[in-house]
């Protein structure tokens, strides 16, 4: 819960501050930062200092975590009177990269996703199925973020702040190692 209140901060923040808050960035390809492989000497190399850090417990291990924001009310959103901004979060377990999360609200690099679409996507469906309903995924989540050891989840975000209220929409589907759904999970926090 503590990333979702960080994440409303930064999307606050840029409303509040009517300009620019936290430092620019480019979400990294997945060929940049890899999962399972990447270190997070390698990825704080790439990106540079995070505006946060922290830690989270999952599936019983110590995860730590990094974050990178950006809001810019001078830049433009995927909705009109959405404040502009982005985050990604990258998730280490004993100093591998085990999770990315990527949520914006520019144009340019949207995540929004529709979801009235994550009722379509049900157990044994394919990755390639759950991509034609929803589009690409923003995030990848690989075990302990997920509870099946050879599997990994796509991770549909779209973060959204307008005046004072914030909405984070988040769907993870789970897929065992064929690339099968095992389940899925959605969830909403905060009103608009």
Same mark, same amino acid.
């Given at each position: 819960m503590k990333l979702f209140k960080? =994440?409303?901060?930064? !999307?606050?923040? /840029?409303t509040l501050a009517a300009c620019v808050a936290g430092t620019n !960035? #480019?979400?990294p390809s997945d060929d940049k930062v890899v999962i399972n492989k990447s270190t997070k000497g390698q990825v704080l190399s790439l990106m540079g200092d995070p505006n946060g850090k922290g830690e989270k417990m999952v599936n019983? +291990? @110590? $995860?730590? $975590? #990094? @974050?990178y924001a950006y809001a810019n009310v001078t830049g433009?959103? =995927? !909705? +009109? /009177? =959405?404040?502009?901004?982005r985050a990604i979060t990258f998730y280490f377990h004993n100093n591998v990269l085990v999770g990315k999360e990527f949520t914006s609200s520019f144009k340019t690099d949207s995540t929004y996703f529709d979801k009235e679409a994550t009722k379509l996507v049900?157990? /044994?469906m394919s990755k390639a199925d759950v991509v034609k309903s929803l589009g690409k995924a923003g995030g990848e989540f690989r075990y302990p973020m997920i509870s099946e050891q050879n599997g990994k989840a $796509? =991770?549909?975000s779209f973060t959204q702040t307008r005046g004072f209220s914030s909405q984070i929409t988040i769907f993870i589907v789970e897929l065992d190692e064929s690339g099968k759904v095992v389940k899925s999970e959605f969830n909403q926090h905060g009103a608009l």
């Open positions: 960080f =994440v409303f901060m930064i !999307f606050a923040i /840029g !960035f #480019v979400k019983g +291990e @110590t $995860l730590e $975590l #990094v @974050t433009q959103a =995927v !909705f +009109e /009177g =959405v404040t502009p901004a049900k157990k /044994g $796509l =991770v549909y």
